[in-house]
């Protein structure tokens, strides 16, 4: 089944404390990125990347990174996760970089930061 | 950036009526795509319309796009309590660009 797959689905940790997201995709995609959605701010795009070893700022990227080492996994790193950066976290592929080809999200990670 | 934004920001209608919503960006795109997403789920990609085209169906999904307007809209005919969700579109331009979402529209359908 095509899918991508984040883990964990829930995530609560204290401040300081570093974390990774992972996630992967079993499609063969360039193209993966990474969301952050909250409140009243729909979803934001932190980094995204255009294939192996290609990676670049989103919108939001302050203080978090990643790494794109093989084509099928993208993990999201929290070096120093702080409580603002409590929210809910998705990831995406899809098999274009130029567009015009549909995303397929994961199920979501839920992190809450105290 | 070209975020679109929908419009209005929360729906509410009775099951087997029409909803209509409303998507309108800023720059010139490539594509516009529409998503849902239930409460709290991953979105799932509903139809995409270039923007060399002006109307698309699918099932009960009707979209049309503006580009002289840089607007689009989402129709959804006969309603289900099913179809509560929210609905984000995303567009991107051309090139190597990131797809980008606007804030979404909350649909209430009441059985």
């Known amino acids: 089944e095509a899918q991508v797959t984040q883990n964990p689905r829930y995530l609560i940790t204290v401040t300081g404390k570093k974390l990774t997201v992972t996630c992967s995709q079993n499609m063969n995609h360039e193209y993966m990125s990474w969301y952050r959605q909250d409140p009243g701010l729909g979803l934001r795009q932190i980094y995204y990347s255009m294939n192996v070893e290609a990676t670049d700022k989103g919108d939001v990227p302050e203080g978090y990174k990643v790494s794109r080492k093989e084509k099928r996994n993208f993990p999201l790193i929290l070096e120093s996760p702080s409580p603002n950066q409590t929210s809910l976290y998705f990831c995406a592929s899809s098999l274009s970089t130029t567009g015009g080809t549909e995303a397929f999200f994961g199920q979501g990670t839920r992190l809450t930061v105290v | 950036s070209q975020q679109g934004e929908e419009d209005p920001q929360a729906l509410s209608i009775q099951e087997g009526e029409n909803a209509t919503m409303n998507c309108s960006y800023k720059?010139?795109?490539?594509?516009l795509q529409w998503y849902r997403q239930n409460s709290g789920r991953g979105l799932v990609h509903l139809i995409l319309i270039r923007s060399n085209e002006r109307e698309k169906h699918s099932g009960r999904l009707r979209v049309t796009l503006d580009t002289s307007k840089k607007s689009s809209s989402l129709l959804i005919t006969a309603s289900r309590a099913a179809d509560t969700a929210s609905y984000f579109c995303a567009t991107d331009a051309r090139g190597n660009t990131p797809l980008v979402f606007g804030k979404g529209t909350r649909l209430s359908v009441i059985a």
């Open positions: 720059t010139s795109i490539n594509n």
